[in-house]
């Protein structure tokens, strides 16, 4: 029930779309029998864009904290001071 043919899809929209809303579970459509798209309801589609920027985020903060632990950073003050010192920046 989750793969469908898109002509499927386009013939029978009304009731896929219940399905989506009843299942929160996307569709697969096939053109010519392979995957070409996937269909799912604007809700679930937003919690799949939530979970990823999540997992993102820490993703981000483990490689900050991994690069602290290794000694690849450098403090801020000693950034800001060569940054304003390479475009002539006053203090």
């Given at each position: ?8 899809f ?72 060569e ?9």
């Amino acid at each position: 029930k989750d793969i469908q043919p898109l002509t499927t899809f386009r013939n029978h929209s009304v009731q896929m779309m219940r399905q989506l809303r009843k299942t929160k579970r996307p569709i697969v459509l096939t053109v010519n029998g392979k995957p070409e798209a996937v269909v799912q309801d604007a809700a679930a589609y937003q919690r799949l864009l939530d979970i990823a920027a999540r997992a993102d985020a820490r993703e981000g903060i483990r490689q900050g904290l991994e690069d602290a632990a290794k000694g690849r950073t450098r403090p801020a003050g000693k950034v800001f001071e060569e940054f304003r010192a390479q475009r002539g920046i006053p203090r």
